[in-house]
């Protein structure tokens, strides 16, 4: 058992490391996980399942198999909740183990942030030496070029940037979290070394919605640890700096003043774009509002919008760009309602525990799915499912060294 307990930590820990795995092999551990945990669930002599958390925590995932009722169009659905099917066994496997591993010392935790931060330092290196294999300092290609090839072509790993500025973003929140704790000189050089590597990639990278999450969340969190005053010097300098050494982000941000954004569907104007998305969007929750048009329809009733809005849409067979727009498309108001709630929980949660970490993660992922429909693909929806379910099922104990 106790050897179990222990393998069971260790695979927790390799998630860590989820940058740089693989895409394809994403989704290992998070099986690994649930096997061991059910073992765990079963060898032990008196267990109790928590079962009223995990179905809080499951719920999503069980409003979507719901829908299915009602949807018209099931082709492929097995692929698609295949792939949110984190929403689903990281509250099963943290319900099962709940009476078993609850609780997790803090130097557990902190090992698991220094380990996720430098990997994720690994991971922004890896994109610098790749650019430059493929000539991106040599060439005067196109920016978006060497943006797809870092969705498609980087060796095994491939990654979207939106996904590559999540994972580098969540880094920055661990990273300024343990910068704020560690008091060995080295180790605070590190950390700024670190962070001032992280945030140059995140410009480079140039999403602004993710970008804008991440600037959010920090401030969140500062707001707890420096005064008023400096908190807005803090927030002058980095919105400063950011415009000043990236030029692509700050064309980015010109595009949301820029009318003519809202004009026409421009391929190359990321804003004219998601006006053009939403504006499908809001037409089709008009449709039927209350329960949605169901899980399998989601897709096809996008693109029946695209073919008569813009080919450019159409062709790039795009999401709606909005994970609270996409529920509402599929589940109706009633869906939504249940998301809004499943987050609030969370708010409740991390609140009333005072946990500055777990709050500001969750400011992250909430604005950053205004922009994203992080839940609908692979490297978003592990990401986020690990990290709420473990906030949620586990208790981060002080050393007791420390207390």
Not at 56 to 65: M, N
Not at 312 to 338: A, C, R
């Amino acid at each position: 058992m106790e050897k179990a307990k222990k393998l069971f930590y260790y695979v927790l820990l390799s998630f860590a490391f989820f940058p740089i795995i693989p895409n394809r092999i994403k989704g290992l551990p998070v099986i690994i996980l649930f096997l061991i945990a059910l073992f765990l669930f079963m060898k032990k002599g008196e267990y109790k399942f928590n079962f009223k958390k995990t179905l809080i925590y499951a719920s999503l995932y069980i409003i979507y198999v719901i829908s299915l009722l009602y949807s018209s169009n099931l082709n492929g659905i097995d692929k698609t909740l295949t792939t949110r099917l984190s929403i689903l066994i990281f509250p099963l496997l943290f319900g099962l183990t709940n009476t078993i591993i609850i609780n997790v010392s803090e130097r557990k935790l902190s090992l698991f942030l220094w380990t996720y931060f430098v990997t994720t330092i690994i991971y922004c290196f890896f994109i610098v030496w790749y650019f430059y294999l493929i000539g991106f300092l040599t060439q005067n290609v196109n920016i978006n070029l060497f943006y797809s090839h870092l969705t498609f072509d980087m060796w095994y790993i491939n990654q979207h940037p939106i996904y590559a500025s999540i994972f580098i973003s969540i880094a920055i929140v661990f990273g300024t979290k343990l910068l704020f704790k560690e008091y060995n000189k080295t180790k605070r050089t590190i950390l700024i070394i670190g962070l001032i590597i992280l945030i140059s990639m995140m410009l480079f990278l140039s999403r602004k919605g993710v970008l804008l999450a991440v600037a959010v969340a920090l401030i969140i969190y500062l707001t707890h640890l420096i005064s008023y005053k400096k908190l807005l010097l803090g927030i002058a300098i980095i919105v400063g700096v950011m415009f000043l050494i990236s030029p692509v982000s700050l064309n980015r941000f010109k595009e949301i003043i820029n009318i003519s954004s809202y004009e026409k569907i421009d391929g190359s104007n990321s804003t004219s774009i998601r006006y053009g998305i939403y504006k499908c969007v809001f037409k089709i929750i008009r449709e039927k509002p209350i329960l949605g048009h169901g899980f399998g329809d989601v897709k096809n009733k996008l693109n029946e919008c695209y073919s008569g809005t813009s080919s450019i849409l159409l062709k790039e067979n795009y999401n709606s760009h909005n994970q609270y727009l996409s529920i509402w498309i599929s589940n109706g108001f009633v869906g939504f309602i249940i998301f809004t709630l499943f987050l609030y929980i969370n708010y409740k949660k991390a609140i009333i525990e005072k946990n500055h970490l777990f709050l500001s993660l969750l400011i992250f992922f909430s604005i950053t799915m205004i922009f994203e429909n992080i839940l609908e693909r692979q490297s978003g929806v592990i990401i986020f499912s690990l990290i709420i379910n473990y906030f949620a099922f586990i208790n981060i104990e002080k050393d007791r060294n420390k207390s």
